[in-house]
């Protein structure tokens, strides 16, 4: 069955950065353009950006371009998010998903506080 783990959430200072992971199983991971999307306490999830199948293009939310990258590593079924220069804002749960599977995992939370 399908399952996405996503994982290196944690609590970091403001201007701190972080790398999170997501494991994918269950589905061809390489056929599946992938999406990060965060949810903060009280608000609605929102999405936070893109890549393609192959990884050759990207795209970001207004509120953290600039700030983040998206990579992914076919090979290893494995998307990243890499996030800098983050910000108390940035406190949210953490979610990858694969565009069109209607799955998502349990995410991990982000935590940015002084």
């Known amino acids: 069955q399908v399952q996405l783990v996503e994982s290196g959430g944690g609590l970091v200072q403001p201007g701190g950065s972080l790398r999170l992971s997501c494991v994918a199983s269950g589905f061809t991971f390489r056929y599946y353009p992938m999406n990060w999307y965060r949810q903060a306490p009280g608000k609605e999830r929102e999405w936070v950006g893109g890549i393609t199948r192959d990884g050759g293009v990207k795209k970001y939310a207004d509120s953290v371009k600039g700030r983040i990258t998206i990579s992914r590593d076919n090979a290893r079924n494995t998307l990243y998010l890499q996030m800098n220069t983050l910000q108390p804002d940035d406190t949210a749960v953490y979610y990858c998903?694969?565009?069109?599977?209607?799955?998502w995992g349990r995410g991990t939370q982000v935590t940015v506080s002084s």
């Open positions: 998903k694969a565009e069109g599977v209607d799955y």
